[in-house]
T-cell receptor
Framework: GAVVSQHPSRVICKSGTSVKIECRSLDFQATTMFWYRQFPKQSLMLMATSNEGSKATYEQGVEKDKFLINHASLTLSTLTVTSAHPEDSSFYIC???????????????FGPGTRLLVL | DAKTTQPPSMDCAEGRAANLPCNHSTISGNEYVYWYRQIHSQGPQYIIHGLKNNETNEMASLIITEDRKSSTLILPHATLRDTAVYYCIISNFGNEKLTFGTGTRLTIIP
């Protein structure tokens, strides 16, 4: 089946530094990838939609200058948390849409997540 | 996207069938029913999806009522590894966004 990887799996950083998280589709091409954030005991919240070769679309309330998204190829999207603060500590999850799956690409596959802790 | 209602938690004995209900009374004709699950501290895992016909795969069965206002995910022989939060999501085909609700926390009891 389709596999999505994320790197790193967990990261600890100091307040004020920037952290980059990579999301890769390993065996399929994804023109669209999605970034979610999940706080403890809460559901996943969509942050932004990442489109290959174009600017990302951010959900309401998500600061685009703080959460920089780059989708430079059909298999890689990156999320950079700039000037991270303790309140940015969360579980960040990406997903990728397989355009060729199921005869129409109606399924999304999720990465294993990246746990970010900002001290 | 249509809103869904799921019970917050359920228990099921190991080896029995787990039946997880989902209400989606405002679903429209071109919206699909998707099921994902999330095991603790992992990314969500796709289980199954359907439009109006019942569906079955190696993981589960999806039963959609004739009026499409509700559905049931069936795990035929639950194991301890099926303990997870199960999300029922309604989404348009071609609408790429998946909106996660609070889901059902399923606990499989030995």
């Amino acid at each position: 089946g389709a596999v999505v990887s994320q790197h790193p799996s967990r990261v600890i950083c100091k307040s004020g530094t920037s952290v980059k998280i990579e999301c890769r589709s390993l065996d399929f091409q994804a023109t669209t990838m999605f970034w979610y954030r999940q706080f403890p005991k809460q559901s996943l919240m969509l942050m932004a939609t990442s489109n290959e070769g174009s600017k990302a679309t951010y959900e309401q309330g998500v600061e685009k200058d703080k959460f920089l998204i780059n989708h430079a190829s059909l298999t890689l999207s990156t999320l950079t948390v700039t000037s991270a603060h303790p309140e940015d500590s969360s579980f960040y999850i990406c997903s990728a849409r397989d355009l060729l799956a199921g005869g129409g690409g109606e399924t999304q596959y999720f990465g294993p997540g990246t746990r970010l802790l900002v001290l | 996207d249509a809103k869904t209602t799921q019970p917050p938690s359920m228990d099921c004995a190991e080896g029995r069938a787990a039946n997880l209900p989902c209400n989606h009374s405002t679903i429209s004709g071109n919206e699909y029913v998707y099921w994902y699950r999330q095991i603790h501290s992992q990314g969500p895992q796709y289980i199954i999806h359907g439009l109006k016909n019942n569906e079955t795969n190696e993981m589960a069965s999806l039963i959609i009522t004739e009026d499409r206002k509700s559905s049931t995910l069936i795990l035929p022989h639950a194991t301890l590894r099926d303990t997870a939060v199960y999300y029922c999501i309604i989404s348009n085909f071609g609408n790429e966004k998946l909106t996660f609700g609070t889901g059902t926390r399923l606990t499989i009891i030995p």
